[in-house]
């Protein structure tokens, strides 16, 4: 009860930021079509930073439980999750009927999983056959039971980018690169979205930053969590 009640009370302090932050702005900045707000959830959950595994499962669970409810109450909710760490303990806990309503709400694109490693990567300091075994240990997993299309390398919590991602995402069938944390200072005033990355190998793919770098600031703040766009715009970071 009380997971529920704190989830509701910040979905409800989350819209209620989001609202106001839209009245501040006058309507004639607006463009003529209009604005086009994407608010995506997700669950980032740390598996072994400063607790041990079992806080986690403890977390995650009724964490994605809760996902399933409101995805079954609201036809517009969506919900993003990576991880085979924290899904397969999940749907190890379903029965039959949830497990058949998940993976229709993969295949109609409300529950989209992302990255397809077991854990979100320490990607700064490993070597590439490290992180490589990464996605051969959860992406077959995670598209053979649950049924995903896994597009979107989703590293929104990770220390610093090899120079690699490009590369390694690209052989592991991924489409699209998204991270927030450490972007070089010299590349901050110059920052753009969207990009293309290339790596030395010479792999090319889409990457969004989701902040200049470190944590998203306060709620409401245009370099936060909120991404605005004209309606004609159309970027799909999940396809």
């Known amino acids: 009860m009380q997971s529920e009640f704190l989830f509701r009370s910040a979905r409800s302090i989350l819209l209620g ?14 463009p003529a079509g209009g604005y086009t707000v994407f608010v995506v959830p997700h669950s980032h959950i740390d598996v ?3 607790w041990t595994y079992d806080p986690t499962r403890a977390t995650a669970i009724p964490n994605l439980r809760q996902a399933l409810v409101i995805l079954r109450q609201d036809p517009h909710y969506a919900f993003l999750q990576d991880m085979l760490s924290v899904l397969e303990p999940f749907w190890d806990t379903l029965q039959a009927e949830d497990r058949q309503f998940l993976q ?23 070597d590439f056959e490290s992180l490589t075994r990464q996605f051969l240990l959860g992406k077959p997993w995670l598209e053979q039971v649950l049924g995903s299309d896994i597009r ?27 991270f927030a944390r450490d972007v070089p200072a010299p590349m901050q005033p110059r920052r753009r979205n969207l990009l293309t990355w290339k790596s030395p190998h010479g792999s090319r ?8 770098n470190g944590y998203p600031g306060s709620l409401g703040s245009p370099r936060g969590r909120f991404f605005i766009f004209p309606a004609e715009t159309r970027i799909h970071i999940c396809e």
């Open 17 to 30: 930021v989001l609202c106001l932050w839209l009245l501040c702005f006058p309507a004639a900045a607006a």
């Open 48 to 50: 072994e930073w400063f």
């Open 104 to 126: 229709r709400m993969i295949r109609e694109g409300r529950l989209e999983v992302a990255t397809g490693m077991p854990v979100q990567p320490e990607v700064n300091e490993p």
């Open 152 to 178: 979107t390398c989703w590293n929104i919590d990770t220390f610093g980018q090899t120079v690699q991602m490009p590369q390694l995402a690209w052989q592991a069938g991924l489409k699209y690169l998204v």
């Open 205 to 212: 793919i889409p990457f969004f930053i989701v902040k200049e």
